[in-house]
């Protein structure tokens, strides 16, 4: 199997110019995110066409999708072939065993053809570099927030048991320490976002943590107060949040980068650190802290508006439009804000909502697998994409099965709106941690409202299902084909040729 992974990590770098060619790489969820020097190498169709890759998203880095799992593996053999660590900056020049001579005359054919197109995408860089900012940030905590939201998911449900005398009072140690362990994420959450902010930005994590750690108020003790200097209120711990954290490591990454140039080698360990620490530190209280509370409590508000006055409307549209962000990569951006919303109102309520999208493409692949039971290669496509979509990992769905067929990709949308709408007519439907989707959020699900959230679920089946198979299934879909792709009948009707050429006279 290892060969499996390696050759697709050599053909994947085969068409991004070689592994020369690659600042740097890691991994998310589903895909890899390989950062690149020279992006007009950059074999695009090649890159599709590469057995295993289920879609390309070209930004400001290049993102490879290929599935849960296979991606570890890939990203492993490709980085383990150059000798570096996910993230570390790759060598300009590498020795492998693999030779990219043949591919470079090709490659080089390509970049005239691609390169206006590659040049009409870099107009958009400061929005692509934003979101490939706030992707390195996060994607890291993934496993971190599945593993302790789980967990707190699992305390909470036995929470509710001891309340309702299911369970014995007994009991209560064992949930105190469920309770913990998720705690040690979620308490200190703002520290691990400051450190991964100051790493992606080339200042010190360390630094980047003390800011996190600032903006919690440590050693601030009552009747003691700060006051906020917009309105003079008493600053309260954490204002600001997440969204604080972001913005007050940013711009310590300068001021640290601004002393490293400036001040004298000799006692550049000490002047900086100090300097660096003590300005950003002031001026996150002061200043970062309101401003940032003040954005954050207007983002919430106006979410939590739209979500009360748009109702099922609002979640319509917002399960509608979900998965073509997932598809352009664009819904890192609202990590922040579902942190945000957690951090102040203790759930997301619009996490279950976008997760009504992954339920769409799972009712849609169901209503194509039933109309294209005869298409061997499509099926089997489908059964090693479902399981794992019901989980809520929709990507696989999205790039093998619904967005290359056309029409299923629509009529999916039309699922995650319809399961949107449904959850929208309720209120106090939301998410306590993010990271899990479909039925893995059940239970992360706030206020005992997973029963809203699996009628959702429900309701984006039935959905996709439906407008998928009256709708949304291609007639060329539906022929019989074997798993290579090959047409059933042309297949048969050149078989029986051939077996009547060699019928003896």
């Known amino acids: 199997m290892a060969d499996k992974y390696s050759k697709m990590g050599q053909e994947i770098f085969a068409n991004i110019g070689g592994p020369e060619n690659v600042q740097s790489m890691y991994h998310c969820m589903t895909r890899l995110r390989i950062n690149i020097r020279d992006k007009a190498k950059i074999n695009e169709a090649g890159l599709k066409k590469i057995d295993g890759v289920l879609g390309v998203v070209n930004g400001d880095s290049l993102e490879v999708v290929v599935g849960p799992g296979v991606n570890t593996k890939v990203a492993q053999a490709m980085v383990d072939s150059v000798g570096v660590k996910e993230n570390e900056e790759f060598p300009t020049k590498v020795a492998t065993?693999?030779?990219?001579?043949?591919?470079?005359?090709?490659?080089?054919?390509?970049?005239?053809?691609?390169?206006?197109?590659?040049?009409?995408?870099?107009?958009?860089?400061?929005?692509?570099?934003?979101?490939?900012?706030?992707?390195?940030?996060?994607?890291?905590?993934?496993?971190?927030?599945?593993?302790?939201?789980?967990?707190?998911?699992?305390?909470?449900?036995?929470?509710?048991?001891?309340?309702?005398?299911?369970?014995?009072?007994?009991?209560?140690?064992?949930?105190?320490?469920?309770?913990?362990?998720?705690?040690?994420?979620?308490?200190?959450?703002?520290?691990?976002?400051?450190?991964?902010?100051?790493?992606?930005?080339?200042?010190?994590?360390?630094?980047?943590?003390?800011?996190?750690?600032?903006?919690?108020?440590?050693?601030?003790?009552?009747?003691?107060?700060?006051?906020?200097?917009?309105?003079?209120?008493?600053?309260?711990?954490?204002?600001?949040?997440?969204?604080?954290?972001?913005?007050?490591?940013?711009?310590?990454?300068?001021?640290?980068?601004?002393?490293?140039?400036?001040?004298?080698?000799?006692?550049?360990?000490?002047?900086?650190?100090?300097?660096?620490?003590?300005?950003?530190?002031?001026?996150?209280?002061?200043?970062?802290?309101?401003?940032?509370?003040?954005?954050?409590?207007?983002?919430?508000?106006?979410?939590?508006?739209?979500?009360?006055?748009?109702?099922?409307?609002?979640?319509?549209?917002?399960?509608?439009?979900?998965?073509?962000?997932?598809?352009?990569?664009?819904?890192?951006?609202?990590?922040?804000?579902?942190?945000?919303?957690?951090?102040?109102?203790?759930?997301?309520?619009?996490?279950?909502?976008?997760?009504?999208?992954?339920?769409?493409?799972?009712?849609?692949?169901?209503?194509?697998?039933?109309?294209?039971?005869?298409?061997?290669?499509?099926?089997k496509l489908i059964k090693g994409a479902l399981p794992v979509g019901i989980l809520g990992v929709g990507e696989p769905l999205i790039y093998g099965v619904t967005l290359p067929l056309g029409r299923p990709f629509i009529t999916a949308c039309v699922g995650g709106g319809i399961g949107g709408a449904v959850i929208g007519c309720f209120s106090h439907v939301g998410a306590i941690a993010i990271g899990a989707s479909g039925w893995a959020m059940i239970p992360l699900i706030a206020n005992n409202m997973w029963w809203a959230y699996c009628l959702g679920l429900l309701a984006a089946y039935a959905g996709g299902f439906v407008a998928t198979y009256f709708f949304g299934t291609p007639k060329d879909a539906m022929l019989a084909k074997n798993e290579d792709g090959t047409d059933v009948i042309e297949r048969r009707a050149a078989e029986k040729q051939a077996d009547n050429l060699n019928m003896p006279n």
């Not at 100090?274 to 002061?286: A, E, K, P």
């Open 97 to 379: 065993k693999s030779s990219y001579a043949e591919e470079k005359s090709a490659v080089q054919e390509k970049a005239a053809q691609v390169h206006a197109e590659h040049k009409a995408k870099l107009k958009q860089t400061w929005w692509r570099r934003a979101l490939g900012h706030i992707s390195a940030i996060f994607i890291p905590l993934i496993p971190a927030f599945i593993g302790a939201g789980l967990i707190s998911g699992v305390a909470g449900i036995l929470r509710n048991m001891m309340a309702a005398k299911m369970l014995p009072v007994s009991w209560t140690l064992g949930v105190t320490v469920l309770g913990i362990i998720a705690n040690g994420l979620f308490s200190f959450l703002n520290v691990f976002v400051g450190m991964n902010t100051a790493k992606e930005f080339g200042a010190t994590p360390g630094l980047g943590g003390i800011l996190g750690g600032i903006v919690l108020l440590p050693g601030l003790v009552a009747p003691t107060t700060i006051p906020n200097i917009f309105d003079g209120k008493p600053l309260a711990a954490g204002q600001g949040g997440i969204i604080g954290v972001l913005l007050a490591v940013w711009l310590m990454s300068y001021v640290e980068k601004f002393f490293h140039k400036h001040v004298w080698e000799s006692v550049d360990i000490l002047v900086t650190p100090f300097l660096t620490v003590l300005i950003m530190g002031l001026f996150t209280i002061f200043f970062v802290m309101p401003l940032a509370g003040w954005i954050s409590n207007s983002l919430v508000g106006a979410i939590n508006w739209v979500l009360a006055v748009g109702g099922p409307f609002a979640g319509f549209i917002l399960g509608l439009f979900f998965l073509p962000m997932v598809m352009l990569g664009l819904h890192q951006i609202l990590t922040p804000i579902h942190l945000a919303m957690i951090q102040k109102l203790g759930f997301t309520p619009l996490l279950p909502i976008l997760a009504m999208a992954g339920a769409g493409q799972v009712g849609a692949a169901i209503a194509l697998w039933v109309r294209c039971r005869k298409n061997k290669q499509l099926t």
